[in-house]
């Protein structure tokens, strides 16, 4: 270890190899802190691709394995160290080397944080839409790495169809170029597309050409209020079967809409059951697409339907969805006082016509488990994430929480769903991932990382 | 041979099994039939994945490579077959499983023709939106092997964005299955984009889940006139500097509006050096934006503006444009008499703003070599297809053709776009993509083809 860091100190700066005892602890792990997690023997934080790729030909030779991290806020343990590794922190690649706005590009490295990147882009008459929950402090390479998804989804997709072309380095040190910066292009295999979403286990990302769009059009806002998640559920699939595509469309159950009031009092109506919130961006459309969007809800069996009445009341609703995680952080420390409550955050989605099926059955699942499991998501995109409240030292709560989790998942496959729709497989998901892949899917997709990194180096027991 | 006939004749029926001279000589190549292609052993047409994977399972055991077909409309010669191959033709697998309106979704077999799968998806209120120039012959099949393009894609994007997943026989005749049929989903590696777009090297696509999109809405369309193509080009950036959308923006240089007029008389200002063909389509909105568009085709330098008065004259505007292949091939056969005429046609992307640089490089190129080109494209997305005329027979001017050819292709990359914007690698870009992609860029698509078809049986030659 002691030659380890010697070699790392020819190649880097002082100050981007370091070895602090509280500092190596802190690098252990993202926000999936119920996932393994090791020490790491070191952490660098390399500023240019040159580091990056010296920093992997000294662990190819050593035989070290490498752990990548942006900002650690992933919830399925994608960034947790294994012990003796490098964590190779991206978090000082912040340069954002062009904004292009005639062929609506940027250029980025991958430590900066997306609402960094959004704000300079919107100062170009642009806007980058990914939105993760994290988007305040997560970074442009860990979004990538994730393939993040976020609240404007179901309008505007995944942070992958922004994704034009890659600089990644790979196990050997090589430097790959991937993808364009056109609009178009189909030379060769996607491997844009491959490293995306990849996590880390096929190379380190060290520059993003992404894509960028027209600004956003003003939206309107409404909430629908329900007496069961199952009529929030139907009320989705009613919008999209009346080919609406509302910018927004998210739930919160009744154990969010309360522990958001309760973390700050914003006058939610938490005796509903959920609540919907939807809002349309379609210019002059937008009123009539909005009240298209009500009388669905009001269909559905919504009891009740608000517009919001200015921009100020519709960012407010936004901002309560926005707290939805803080807020649910606070319920389990309050549940399970003194630093032993814990969320499991699950992540599950389904086709939209099956989510009610899904809201139903998550609510029956915490029921017979007796645990409390609070559901807040993408509902426009059938993407749900139950949280589930645990007491992290008590073992039989664990195992009920963990039973809550397996049954959730469980039933999401079953109904035609996936295992992940947007937090990624990491370490939480592997054996998610092998019953939704399937054997043969396994072994494609073990070939593709033998091929890329025979040695398993690079973030090992990730994905696989 | 013989052995591998009596073989496929065990798993397929009789009807399936085809070995007539004619018809084997009729599938040695797509409509890149400049390129090489040579004799295959046999065609075969199944119907079910089973039979696909029986196909598969035997070619692998007698060590016969294997060439997929759809409608064999490609441009790049990548379903071009070799000696003695197996042609696996998918366009007996004809069916639609499946079109749902609530999750926006349709479930189909390879050989579906694109305009009847968007056809049945409008009789369902919903629209299919990929239009490769083919669509009215070609198969989904081959659309999501090529990761086809078409006019859509300024506004709409290409195949590749509509398929969430696949089912796809590899080497081994093993089914593997990808993707989801869900809105979102990060399970694993991103396998469905790794074989859309893979020209069949990598598996045989058996079954293709597709996103589907609201109906479109009615389009206004307009037409500029100008003097050069550069200033064109100059008016299609900007377009997209005034951060608008059009939902077509398509250029025809002289040489292509004065063969359509000769093709099919319907009053283009054949005295223009380029036409630009734009549309919007965003309701209440789209006479404003087509105002925008106006006036920033003016600001570049356009001669003259006019709005199509109604649909039909908007609809024949979209018709000219759609000829401009079957004109141009008429003129090559016009040019060059008795069947010695044909067309090398390029497929080149750059950025937007590089594009009037692009157009006004390729006419001095086709000038320096005394080889007639017309330019035709996706303007808006800096796609443009240089249709090199030459006598087939000539090895004087089919030299120069080539010639010109490459200096566009240089012209591209030296402007930071790629070697094909939508037509893919087939044989006739293979050089180009090695140029493009680097050593480490083929060393990295080389390991993948070898992890999965490590024998190389599946379309050899193509891409890599």
């Keep these: 270890m002691a030659d380890l860091i010697a070699r790392l100190a020819e190649v880097l700066p002082a ?20 996932c393994d997690s090791g020490t790491p023997a070191v952490v660098v934080r390399p500023r240019t691709t040159g580091q990056v790729a010296d920093v992997l030909r000294i662990a190819a030779e050593l035989h070290v394995p490498v752990v990548p991290q942006g900002a650690r806020t992933g919830l399925a343990g994608a960034a947790n160290a294994v012990d003796g590794a490098i964590v190779l922190s991206t978090t000082a690649m912040t340069a954002i080397r062009e904004i292009d706005p005639v062929n609506r590009t940027a250029v980025v490295q991958p430590g900066v944080v997306n609402a960094v990147l959004a704000a ?19 970074t442009i390479g860990g979004n990538v790495a994730t393939n993040a998804g976020g609240m404007c989804c179901v309008k505007y997709g995944v942070t992958a169809e922004y994704v034009l072309g890659l600089e990644v380095v790979l196990a050997t040190g090589e430097v790959l170029r991937t993808g364009r910066r056109t609009a178009k292009g189909v030379a060769g295999y996607d491997l844009t597309r491959l490293f995306t979403g990849s996590e880390g286990t096929l190379g380190v990302i060290t520059e993003v050409t992404l894509a960028l769009r027209p600004p956003a059009e003003d939206a309107l806002t409404l909430v629908a209020v329900f ?13 999209a079967a009346r080919g609406l595509s509302p910018s927004l469309l998210e739930l919160l159950d009744r154990t969010h809409l309360r ?22 961006d379609t210019g002059p459309r937008a009123p009539a697409d909005l009240e298209l969007i009500a009388e669905a809800c009001l269909a559905a069996g919504a009891e009740e339907v608000f517009a919001a009445t200015d921009a100020t009341e519709a960012a407010a609703l936004l901002e309560a969805r926005r707290l939805a995680h803080a807020a649910m952080e606070r319920l389990a420390a309050e549940t399970y006082p003194q630093g032993i409550g814990a969320l499991i955050i699950d992540d599950v989605a389904v086709p939209r016509a099956r989510l009610a099926e899904l809201l139903d059955g998550v609510e029956q699942i915490a029921e017979r488990h007796g645990i409390p499991v609070g559901t807040v998501g993408h509902a426009g995109d059938g993407n749900m994430h139950p949280n589930i409240v645990v007491d992290r030292t008590d073992p039989a709560v664990l195992t009920r929480g963990r039973a809550v989790f397996n049954e959730i998942m469980e039933l999401g496959l079953a109904l035609g769903g996936t ?10 998901k592997r054996e998610w991932l092998a019953r939704e892949a399937g054997p043969v899917g396994m072994r494609v997709q073990r070939a593709i990382k033998d091929a890329l990194d025979p040695a398993g180096l690079l973030n090992p027991g990730k994905i696989l």
Excluded: F, K, N
């Excluded at 100050?15 to 119920?34: G, N, P, Q, Y």
């Excluded at 300079?120 to 997560?138: I, K, M």
């Excluded at 295992?419 to 939480?428: A, M, W």
């Design 15 to 34: 100050e981007a190899v370091l070895t602090d005892h509280d500092l190596l602890a802190s690098h252990r792990h993202d926000e999936a802190d119920l």
């Design 120 to 138: 300079e882009v919107a100062r170009a008459g642009l806007r980058y839409p990914p939105d993760p929950g994290s988007w305040q402090t997560s």
């Design 227 to 239: 007496g069961s998640t199952a009529a929030a559920g139907r009320a989705v699939a009613a919008i």
């Design 259 to 280: 522990a958001i009031e309760a973390y700050r009092p914003m006058g939610l109506r938490t005796d509903a059951r959920a609540l919907l919130l939807a809002a349309a």
């Design 419 to 428: 295992c992940t729709g947007e937090h990624g497989v990491g370490l939480l």
